[in-house]
């Protein structure tokens, strides 16, 4: 019987993707010990405000075209048939169900696992998964207290990006450049469909 494969599961807005994205997932496959690592394109995360939110399948598209042909890389929209809000333990429990060959590795920035024991059944999913932390700026790289002693979580030390989604949505806003924080693709999706426009 071969070996399930590791998974890593990168769950996120991606409202929308950028290069800071990008660079930390091409680092997590080369240095993470993960096979292949899915894009999971969140419809709406209870912690944020939908409002900000493009839609569903244009955030989509935009981690399709950001990806494109890495095959270690894959966009997935598993949430969007799920019932809303999305909850990270349900999604996981749903795909170790369907994807019974795959080990499923929980990606997440160092300000989220600071901030875990706000999500649903938390105690469940360190317990239960691997966890990858990669570091953000402003978070310092240790475990909080609420989580000391848990062997299944582990820093990489992926570069720091001092950029955001929100940061660029604010520039589309104030009509300023923002190219370079995107691909060419990504880029020209969002100015072609006129997204983060105020309305």
């Known amino acids: 019987m071969s070996a399930q494969k590791k998974t890593g599961l990168f769950f996120g807005s991606f409202n929308p993707i950028h290069v800071g994205h990008l660079i930390i997932a091409g680092h997590l496959i080369s240095d993470a010990q993960i096979e292949e690592l899915w894009m999971v394109v969140s419809p709406q995360n209870p912690l ?33 048939a799920l019932p809303k809000p999305s909850y ?37 999913l360190i317990s239960d998964y691997e966890i990858i932390v990669y570091n953000r700026p402003g978070n310092a790289p240790e475990l909080p207290d609420f989580v000391a002693g848990t062997h299944n979580i582990r820093f990489v030390d992926a570069p720091l990006l001092d950029i955001s ?22 880029y020209n999706y969002i100015t072609d469909n006129h997204l983060y426009k105020q309305k």
């Open 48 to 80: 944020k405000d939908k409002k900000s939110l493009a839609n569903d399948y244009d955030r989509l598209r935009m981690v399709e075209m950001a990806i494109g042909e890495n095959i270690a890389i894959k966009a997935s929209n598993i949430e969007f």
């Open 165 to 186: 989604s929100s940061y660029i949505r604010q520039r589309i806003a104030d009509k300023k450049e923002f190219r370079y924080m995107v691909t060419d693709a990504v």
């Open 88 to 124: 990270t333990i349900d999604t996981l429990t749903y795909l170790r169900e369907k994807y019974p060959h795959k080990t499923f590795v929980l990606v997440m920035g160092g300000d989220n696992i600071h901030s875990i024991n706000k999500w649903k059944n938390w105690e469940s």
